[in-house]
């Protein structure tokens, strides 16, 4: 069966079909074919060449944010690989006694010492430490951009839904492996960071107190978590990581790539460049031109200047502190609780500050996991979706993005509610007071006005689609009558605009027993908030009919 | 399946064969034998009929030899770039060594590494993308989905598979043996939990969180050096960062230090606030309080002497030190708590107790 072809039956030739017969082999062509055949031998592996190396991938820059994690997520583990043969996770307390003078003869952990080390004693240890921390910023950056780009583009709809879900995992773990590697160097600002994830672990009722006590063996601070964090960040999270990693590419490959409508692409192919060559050398450049611009940040700009910071200690902090970008919104979370919310019951104390934001974000995040299947169950729709969606023609689903978002970024901005009051000279009062009501109105606002401009962009890509464009040539007919022509879209471009599914809100009906289910009711009342306000695809009938009562 | 080229779709993906055919739009042939619901996504007769793919349109590269020639010369000319990076890198490495205790050294041996490496990768990252773009064929290329399922006839091979496992082994037809597995199974990872317990050390955290290095007659020392103060070393608005005496030597520091730190401040005593029960925990409106927000646990390190407000940095609560050290402001709930203090003979400043409450973010048995 072939299953791959070129469109055009003008350029088969085109293909590389140049197959010398009669030729000799040269001896390089003989080798090549020599160690083909061995491994071949030996593996089956032109079983694997042959099912995936025309495989097609289509086009679109959106589609380069995953493999930017991807590829951050290599400049990673070969720059941590780098790391851990001179990083020492241990919390025994030495006394600094490298180049960096500042720091000459204090007392600091082990980790602490030996990350100085690594940036001040040995040669290039600085640029990997930063090349490790620019490209774990990047990694959780892409990651999010990524999971944004499949949200409102649909492309988590059937069946890619698990998919989805193993890419939310990986986020969560590549948030968990930041916040244990930011950790590592045991400096006051992480040391801060634990104490502040120590704090909210006692917070957590019943097992709270005990959860804290095993995790830092023993009281805050002790003298194991560096190690164990250690071991969680360079064995455990890498190991699961990467194995959800592989199936989500495996994934990836089975289910195919979906692509934006267009004309010629249906949901019944994949049009766009092979693997071998287009797709391998453009992802492969692309692996090495995201690697070399982590680097260019890397050599330039310092992160995470541990030095200025000084070893871990319980007393001091620096004002102004922030976390690595990703933990911002919890951090943020944390800052916006009103005060007075821990009380005492039966001798316990409950604290619901903590508790509040931890099941606040637990329930965000939950949501983010399981939108696909929650929309999936209202939709009812059975059919595989390759096409993704342009954001506008989901503009229920768009706009919850958007309060999503919003949403996220209040809590963002929160995390930095010190350095907002201090830059734009205004009370931290007033600063906070101000999120807490944003947290709730503006991701409310953000729904509305989304929903609405999606709806009209739709109303435009219609109205494009039936009339054409005003192409600002104005006519006098023989009758004395002004008309504006208008330009019409040619089928190509019109297919962009008018190929999109349609939905329309559930009727609820009673069942057999004459009933109507409490799920069918929250079904239909979903589904009438999603679909109630929607403009259908242009029709042939819609432009027979514009036809007909244009002039 | 059929090739797709110049295939016709309409939007719900069902192909039809033949363009012509659907020029009115109604009858559509469809392929697929399987029919799935498309739930409450509407499907109508009238949709508009895929136009096919539009033309190919060659690039210059394609067309002009002269352009074709140059694009080589450009990808070969990055891939030489990279060469060139690759060993200025290995020069910096040498010729940019670090000198102790010179930072710009390090700076010179991070950027110079930095730059040639980043050469060597970008020269082969642009080449390649460049060849791709503008020498590799860019016709695309069609290929067919099938549907993720598999077929009826794999899937009925599937289940054999399954009916012929149940039946060889009677996983069915053995419930005690198959209950009695599942009922080993779940047993099994509980010695792995067990396991952790020795994870800290085997007495119970509650009463070490209650405690702290305080005693009474523990001198009040400067942090970190460890001196001792006395009240007159402190003036009105003056704040002091304080440990206890023989913190420095502790075995534990950092955990003892974590409960302990302290702050000490003198407020204009007709500006301080007390309780009766309180009175005589001052020193002259000299007061100590602990240092460890009752938040999550972050030093609270600002002190504001205008206001005699403390803020804590990382989550913005706010204590008023004149009253209690009562929130005042953000998440905390609790006042942080005050440590009693006097003065020595010596005319030192000396705790008279440790603190009557635990320090530091609450905790479930907080209050037990």
Request: hydrophobic share 45%; proline share 6%; glycine share 8%.
């Amino acid at each position: 069966m072939t299953s791959t072809d070129t469109h055009a039956g003008t350029t088969t030739g085109a293909t590389g079909n140049a197959a010398p017969s009669a030729v000799v082999p040269t001896r390089g062509a003989r080798f090549t074919g020599a160690a083909a055949n061995y491994i071949d031998e030996r593996t089956s592996i032109s079983g694997l060449v042959k099912e995936v190396g025309r495989k097609i991938f289509p086009d679109h820059w959106s589609f380069m944010l995953g493999e930017v994690a991807l590829y951050s997520f290599v400049v990673i583990l070969l720059s941590g690989t780098f790391l851990t043969f001179f990083f020492e996770a241990s919390m025994v307390p030495v006394e600094y006694d490298g180049s960096y003078v500042p720091l000459k003869g204090i007392e600091m952990s082990a980790a602490m010492a030996s990350s100085l080390d690594i940036s001040f004693d040995i040669r290039g240890g600085l640029l990997m430490r930063q090349v490790h921390h620019w490209a774990a910023l990047l990694f959780v950056a892409s990651i999010g951009l990524h999971m944004l780009r499949v949200f409102f583009t649909g492309a988590y709809r059937k069946p890619r839904e698990i998919n989805w879900l193993i890419g939310f995992v990986l986020f969560i773990l590549a948030m968990a492996e930041g916040f244990t590697g930011y950790s590592l160097p045991d400096d006051l600002l992480s040391g801060n960071g634990l104490r502040i994830i120590d704090g909210m672990v006692k917070g957590i009722p019943v097992a709270g107190t005990w959860v804290s006590y095993l995790l830092f063996g023993g009281e805050f601070p002790g003298t194991e978590i560096i190690s164990r964090l250690y071991v969680l960040h360079i064995l455990i999270l890498p190991a699961i990581l990467v194995a959800a990693l592989g199936v989500h590419l495996l994934l990836l490959i089975i289910n195919k790539h979906t692509q934006f409508a267009g004309p010629g692409k249906t949901n019944d192919n994949v049009v766009g460049a092979p693997i071998m060559p287009v797709f391998a050398a453009k992802a492969g450049g692309f692996f090495f031109i995201v690697f070399g611009v982590i680097v260019l940040i890397a050599a330039t700009v310092t992160i995470n200047p541990i030095w200025n910071y000084g070893p871990y200690d319980p007393s001091p902090v620096s004002a102004g502190t922030q976390p690595d970008w990703y933990i911002g919104f919890a951090d943020g979370a944390l800052r916006l609780v009103p005060p007075g919310l821990e009380f005492v019951i039966f001798g316990f104390t409950v604290s619901m500050n903590i508790l509040i934001p931890l099941v606040g974000l637990g329930l965000f995040i939950a949501v983010v996991a399981f939108y696909p299947f929650i929309e999936a169950w209202m939709t009812g729709d059975k059919r595989e979706h390759h096409i993704a969606d342009r954001p506008r023609n989901a503009p229920t689903r768009t706009a919850i993005g958007a309060a999503g978002v919003t949403f996220y970024a209040v809590l963002w901005a929160a995390a930095s509610s010190d350095l907002i009051a201090t830059h734009f000279y205004v009370s931290i009062e007033s600063v906070i007071h101000t999120l807490q009501a944003l947290l709730f109105i503006a991701p409310v606002v953000a729904y509305q006005v989304t929903k609405r401009v999606c709806l009209a962009l739709q109303k435009k890509d219609r109205e494009i689609a039936l009339h054409g464009f005003e192409s600002g040539r104005i006519v006098r007919l023989p009758g004395g009558e002004y008309i504006e022509v208008h330009e019409q879209l040619d089928d190509y471009e019109r297919w962009k605009l008018v190929s999109y599914n349609e939905y329309k809100p559930l009727m609820i009906r009673p069942d057999a027993n004459g009933k109507i289910s409490v799920l069918q009711r929250v079904r239909g009342g979903l589904s009438t908030w999603f679909f109630e306000d929607r403009i259908s695809p242009v029709t042939s009938t819609d432009i027979e009919r514009s036809h007909d009562s244009s002039h | 399946m059929a090739q797709h080229d110049d295939g016709v779709a309409t939007p719900d993906g069902v192909t039809a064969p033949d363009a012509n055919d659907t020029a009115a739009g109604s009858a559509i042939a469809k392929v697929e034998a399987r029919e799935v619901s498309p739930g409450l996504g509407v499907t109508r007769p009238d949709t508009l009929v895929n136009p096919g793919f539009p033309p190919h349109r060659a690039r210059l590269t394609d067309t002009d030899p002269r352009k074709e020639k140059r694009a080589e010369r450009q990808v070969s000319i990055l891939f030489f770039l990279s060469i060139i990076g690759s060993v200025l890198a290995v020069a910096a490495y040498i010729a940019f060594p670090i000198e102790p205790g010179n930072m710009t050294s390090v700076r010179m041996n991070t950027l110079m590494l930095g730059l040639g490496i980043t050469l060597g990768l970008l020269g082969i990252g642009i080449g390649a993308v460049h060849w791709a773009k503008a020498l590799m064929s860019d016709v695309e290329i069609v290929e067919s989905r099938h549907g993720t399922r598999g077929s009826d006839a794999t899937r009925a091979k599937a289940l054999e598979v399954f009916a012929l496992g149940n039946k060889e082994s009677g996983f069915g037809r053995r419930s005690l043996i198959r209950n009695s597995l599942i009922g080993a199974l779940v047993l099994t990872p509980i010695p792995a939990v067990v396991l952790f317990r020795d994870l800290a050390p085997a007495e119970d955290p509650v009463p070490l969180l209650k405690h702290t290095m305080w005693e009474k007659g523990t001198r009040l020392t400067r942090d970190p050096s460890g001196t001792p103060i006395r009240a007159s070393d402190i003036t009105i608005g003056s704040a002091f960062h304080v440990i206890p005496d023989g913190l420095n030597d502790s075995e534990h520091k950092l955990e003892e230090k974590a409960k302990a730190a302290v702050l000490v401040m003198r407020l204009d005593p007709a500006d301080l606030v007390e309780r009766p029960e309180r009175a005589e925990w001052s020193y002259d409106g000299i007061v100590a309080y602990s240092k460890i927000c009752t938040h999550v646990g972050c030093p609270v390190a600002l002190y504001e002497q205008q206001t005699h407000h403390l803020l804590c940095p990382c989550h913005q609560s706010q204590f008023d030190v004149a009253n209690h050290a009562e929130v005042i402001f953000g998440p905390a709930k609790r006042a942080l708590p005050q440590l009693p203090i006097a003065v020595d003979s010596e005319g030192y400043l000396i705790a008279q107790s440790d603190f009557l409450e635990p320090v530091g973010p609450s905790f479930w048995e907080r209050e037990l």
